[in-house]
């Protein structure tokens, strides 16, 4: 017989259900469920601009009750970021008259992304604006000076995310940008000229309609004064070069969306803060081949792992180059891809 067998029984107490302790609620609130409610009256909105939290949501885009709208972001998307140009769904009061407040509570599919990491070591992606399909890299001829590398990460940072860069060089009336200009040749990038009182207004415009452009640039270059004249209205801040660092004061310091309306339709301007440094830790590079089609398919030929980099044993383009199966452009952009990918090595 078991220990638990012995003595007389007949004396313990008998327990039932109601005698088990429930904990009671102090805050008198419902238990947590994991099932979200599917929101199927959610109307869909583009974000315009993000400030501390509050988001300005374009609410029926180009439809005839087109009106902003302010957000805010659902509990359950909190660990995920809603940045410019995301097309969200909202739920709540869109009206966005004074004093309402909407709630995001999805975020579509975005179809680029344009990011950068803190430094070429951190695998850490900073989202800068997303569904964007062109960048306007807005550089000065000089004060600030140009600086080359900085338009190769630009450039490198387009290219990954699948977005067409343009660029525009300001202040022409301080020094000749063609040696500067020199630099890139071998790509596929319009570029705009501008000078004190004399901006191309008409070409860049052209330029932008139909499209969702991405501003970015050095602080200094004028990119603010660009915005404000091809947007009147924006307000966007301008500011001054230091005379003795040569470095611009940072302006804007928020990425918003403005529209630009023309006579043969309308675009969006995304203008963004002023950057000193771009990271491309999160960069692949196979996608900066992918941007010189032309030298991605003979690329097809390289031994596995090829680099394309002046060192690269075997490498096909390089020996199409030299034969002169590429043309005589065939050297620049070569020299164009080798800069580029050297940038992330």
Request: a negative charge; proline letters at 6%.
């Amino acid at each position: 017989m078991s220990w638990w067998d012995a003595g007389d029984d007949e004396d313990e107490p008998e327990f039932d259900e109601s005698d088990v302790r429930i904990r009671p609620n102090p805050k008198a609130n419902r238990p947590r469920t994991k099932t979200r409610p599917e929101h199927a009256d959610a109307v869909a909105g583009r974000v315009l601009g993000v400030d501390r939290g509050r988001y300005t949501v374009l609410v029926d885009e180009d439809g005839p009750a087109e009106h902003e709208a302010q957000a805010a972001r659902a509990r359950e998307l909190r660990r995920q970021a809603i940045v410019t140009g995301d097309v969200v769904d909202l739920v709540g009061d869109t009206s966005g008259e004074a004093g309402t407040l909407a709630r995001i509570v999805r975020i579509g599919e975005r179809r680029t992304l344009l990011r950068r990491s803190a430094d070429d070591t951190d695998e850490v992606e900073r989202v800068i604006v997303a569904n964007a399909d062109q960048m306007l890299i807005v550089v000065a001829a000089a004060n600030p000076e140009p600086r080359i590398r900085l338009v190769d990460r630009y450039l490198v940072a387009a290219f990954d995310a699948g977005i067409r860069p343009l660029m525009c060089v300001t202040k022409t009336d301080l020094a000749d940008p063609d040696p500067f200009l020199a630099n890139f040749a071998g790509l596929d990038l319009p570029v705009f000229r501008a000078a004190a009182g004399r901006i191309p207004l008409a070409e860049i415009t052209e330029a932008l309609t139909g499209h969702r452009t991405v501003f970015v640039g050095h602080s200094g270059v004028g990119k603010s004064t660009l915005v404000n004249a091809l947007v009147p209205g924006a307000g966007r801040a301008t500011g001054h070069v230091n005379v003795v660092t040569g470095r611009g004061r940072h302006t804007s310091s928020s990425t918003v969306s403005l529209r630009v309306r023309t006579p043969g339709g309308s675009g969006w301007v995304i203008d963004t803060p002023g950057v000193r440094s771009f990271g491309l830790g999160h960069v692949d590079p196979n996608h900066i081949l992918g941007a010189f089609t032309d030298l991605a398919r003979v690329a097809e030929e390289c031994p596995r792992g090829c680099t394309h980099l002046p060192d690269a044993p075997d490498c096909a383009i390089a020996e199409a180059v030299d034969a002169g199966e590429l043309g005589p452009a065939g050297r620049t952009r070569l020299d164009s891809l080798q800069r580029l990918l050297e940038t992330l090595r």
